[in-house]
């Protein structure tokens, strides 16, 4: 049964957040429309998991705003974060169980996410620690779509998978996206992965960190192939800004603060 | 319920037959006891065969099962406060980590305060009743378990803890789901050492303050030169200590702790 469809979206004005007295974050502004794909790119330490966390309200704002007016949001953190003390399949079943869903048949329902998402019944039935760390992660992920979102938060969700399995999931996202209108936010350190699943892609550059260009495929996702993949990322590689995000070697320090408004490119 | 009681009769002609290797161990024991005790002769230390002798003449008299009897309320009844005070008062301190911080020297202090100290000031202020042993196994006993609980709640996992915010658990299910089973694994073995503690302190308090219990018979079997008899009630004493660890304790720490077998 397909939950009903709430007219939802995340809209972020003016965030800024500080860990004491480090700003982590600084002027952030953005829109996630429903059943839209927004890709967050940056270097390590940009910031990204922080964004994350205060927009899946797990830190406090402290700065700007945020409106969220999805019903079902749901979150797969960098980390697995399964109870060891529970197998694979009770793992997937707690956020649905969390909803008040009986404890049966939330493990029917997780059996079925499970088996989509490549995990066999022997896999279900494993404790976590058993399980390598691409079943753990498609677990934890399971567990996020087990409740049917209308809001995906995800931390680097394929960072543990090889690309055959990264490429089946990117499906299966894709068509739980067009299937249900579920909206996601992505944290990602592949562009590619970023170049192949997102409506629009937003680059953060370090220290603080802030939002610095915003580039939206021009083809929709089905017609996305490899080589269009390899020459879009390529392109988005040698745009100035970009570079100056991740740091790459010759490029210009990064435009602070006033000086930086976004770039946008189609 | 039903399918948790059918793992564990499932389970239950492996857990017997992997107790060939405790009865072995036993056995060499036994072995060793009596070429000791026919080395240093029946004064110094009574044959196996003896002391089960005079365990069957014990329990033939109704001694031995009466006196078990007090001791074990006694002990279990310290034991039960010390479980109760200090798993409620330890989750307490580890929820604040000023608490936590001021509690740990108090928990040194207490766990390096030997017995025998509180037993004399026990008799000072409950006299010859049930109130020395059981404040003695209390005073022994809670700070073990305090600590238990303290660590249990102190390391929290802050992923986990984020996790059920994220996934909207209640607080029931939080409770009982994510942060129990995590304080349980702490509890548990701070419980079972503050078991065996219960059963040396309560034989031990009662040999020096009271009239009742194993430690009394100790103290009288000790006054007769009755060494036969000193070993009977020892072994009554730690054959109990073996049905409580390995018939009910160490099934249970099974079965809460399966998740930390290699299934794989």
């Known amino acids: ?266 | 319920m039903l399918p948790t009681l059918r793992r564990i009769l499932r389970g239950l002609p492996a857990y017997l037959w992997s107790g060939w290797g405790a009865a072995c161990s036993l056995l060499f024991l036994l072995a060793a006891w009596e070429a000791l005790s026919a080395h240093y002769g029946d004064l110094i230390l009574p044959a196996p065969l003896a002391t089960a002798q005079r365990l069957a003449e014990l329990h033939g008299s109704g001694r031995l099962g009466a006196e078990l009897l007090v001791t074990a309320r006694r002990a279990s009844a310290g034991l039960g406060l010390a479980l109760a005070a200090g798993s409620l008062l330890g989750l307490c301190a580890g929820l604040s980590s000023t608490v936590a911080l001021l509690a740990r020297p108090l928990i040194t202090l207490l766990l390096g305060t030997p017995p025998i100290a509180w037993l004399v000031l026990a008799l000072l202020w409950f006299g010859m009743g049930d109130g020395t042993p059981v404040f003695t196994v209390f005073v022994a006993c809670f700070p073990i378990v305090f600590a238990g609980a303290l660590q249990g709640a102190r390391t929290l996992d802050a992923g986990l803890r984020d996790m059920a915010r994220a996934c909207r658990l209640p607080w029931g299910m939080r409770l009982r789901e994510v942060y129990g089973p995590h304080i349980l694994s702490y509890l548990f073995p701070a419980a079972i050492t503050a078991l065996g503690s219960a059963w040396k302190v309560v034989v031990m308090a009662e040999l020096l303050a009271s009239e009742r219990g194993v430690g009394a018979a100790l103290a009288v079997s000790r006054a007769q030169l009755d060494t036969a008899a000193t070993l009977a009630w020892v072994v009554a004493v730690l054959g109990c200590l073996l049905c409580v660890e390995y018939g009910l304790l160490e099934p249970l720490r099974r079965e809460l702790e399966r998740w930390r077998e290699n299934t794989r």
């Open chain 1, 1 to 266: 049964m397909t939950p009903p469809r709430t007219d939802g979206h995340l809209r972020a004005r003016g965030l800024e957040y500080a860990w004491r007295i480090h700003p982590v974050l600084q002027d952030i502004g953005f829109d996630l429309r429903e059943g839209e794909v927004l890709a967050l790119l940056g270097p390590s330490g940009c910031g990204k998991t922080t964004l994350l966390h205060l927009c899946a309200g797990l830190l406090d704002l402290q700065e700007g705003t945020l409106e969220n007016t999805f019903a079902r949001p749901a979150m797969m953190f960098q980390q697995p974060r399964l109870l060891p003390w529970q197998n694979a399949r009770d793992n997937i079943a707690l956020s649905l169980r969390a909803q008040g869903v009986p404890r049966g048949r939330a493990r029917e329902a997780a059996q079925g996410v499970g088996l989509q998402l490549g995990l066999d019944a022997l896999a279900l039935d494993a404790w976590p620690h058993a399980l390598s760390g691409g079943m753990q992660s498609r677990v934890s992920l399971g567990r996020a779509l087990v409740t049917r979102p209308d809001l995906l938060l995800l931390d680097e969700p394929f960072a543990a998978l090889d690309i055959g399995l990264k490429a089946q999931l990117h499906e299966l996202l894709l068509g739980f996206r067009d299937e249900q209108a579920t909206a996601m936010l992505m944290i990602t350190h592949d562009i590619m992965e970023a170049m192949r699943l997102a409506d629009r892609i937003l680059i953060m550059a370090p220290h603080p960190g802030r939002i610095l260009y915003e580039h939206a495929p021009a083809r929709r996702q089905a017609a996305r192939d490899a080589a269009w993949i390899h020459a879009e990322t390529a392109r988005l590689l040698e745009v100035p800004v970009v570079r100056s995000c991740f740091e790459l070697p010759g490029a210009a320090p990064a435009p602070r603060g006033a000086q930086a408004p976004r770039a946008f490119s189609c």
